[in-house]
Antibody
Framework: QVQLVESGGGVVQPGRSLRLSCAAS????????MHWVRQAPGKGLEWVAV????????YYADSVKGRFTISRDNAKNSLYLQMNSLRPEDTALYYC????????????WGQGTRVTVSS | DIQMTQSPSSLSASVGDRVTITCQAS??????LNWFQQKPGKAPKLLIS???NLETGVPSRFSGSGSGTDFTFTISSLQPEDIATYYC??????????FGQGTKLEI
């Protein structure tokens, strides 16, 4: 069955870095676009970044552009999010999300990994 | 960026009621709209894609309609297990892919 398992979250001070990972299984990872979507505590959903199936295109929300980098390793069936210069407003549950076409069609979500940015 | 305005933000209904949630886009998105259900402590689940296409395994009491800028999500007969927060999301053209603010449904 399809599984997306996020890891790498934790508590970090403002200005520091964190790298999230998402391990995919149960489907042909290299055929799917992948996203990160986040949800601040008690708030709604915010799209963060997308990477196409082959890594050829990447897009970011304005709120993270220049600070976050999305990447993937199709040989390892893994998705990553490098988060630099973290801010308190980046505090959220970060979901790894599958997209058959890489066009914003979020057909399967992981359970999320929590990131807290606090001094 | 395309803004999505979802209403109401919260809704209280009874078992068996017909429930309707609306979502309005700030510009024409054709039918590039998804509806998600998020139960407490769980990840969102895709219920409806392309404004009206019911995903496999989703009960037929859920439906969606609309095109252009105005969209509707309906539960024809509310069940206790439908308690959740519901979100619309547009995927017209390039990112950013934006969500509505959510509708918290209570019984």
């Amino acid at each position: 069955q399809v599984q997306l398992v996020e890891s790498g979250g934790g508590v970090v001070q403002p200005g520091r870095s964190l790298r999230l990972s998402c391990a995919a299984s149960g489907f042909t990872f290299s055929s799917y676009g992948m996203h990160w979507v986040r949800q601040a505590p008690g708030k709604g959903l915010e799209w963060v970044a997308v990477i196409w199936y082959d890594g050829s295109n990447k897009y970011y929300a304005d709120s993270v552009k220049g600070r976050f980098t999305i990447s993937r390793d199709n040989a390892k069936n893994s998705l990553y999010l490098q988060m630099n210069s973290l801010r308190p407003e980046d505090t959220a549950l970060y979901y790894c999300v599958r997209d058959p076409g890489g066009v914003g069609y979020f057909d399967f979500w992981g359970q999320g990994t929590r990131v807290t940015v606090s001094s | 960026d395309i803004q999505m305005t979802q209403s109401p933000s919260s809704l209280s209904a009874s078992v068996g009621d017909r429930v309707t949630i609306t979502c309005q886009a700030s510009q024409d998105i054709t039918n590039y709209l998804n509806w998600f259900q998020q139960k407490p402590g769980k990840a969102p689940k895709l219920l409806i894609s392309d404004a009206s296409n019911l995903e496999t395994g989703v009960p037929s009491r859920f439906s969606g309609s609309g095109s252009g800028t105005d969209f509707t999500f309906t539960i024809s007969s509310l069940q206790p297990e439908d308690i959740a927060t519901y979100y619309c999301q547009q995927y017209d053209n390039l990112p950013p892919y934006t969500f509505g603010q959510g509708t918290k449904l209570e019984i």
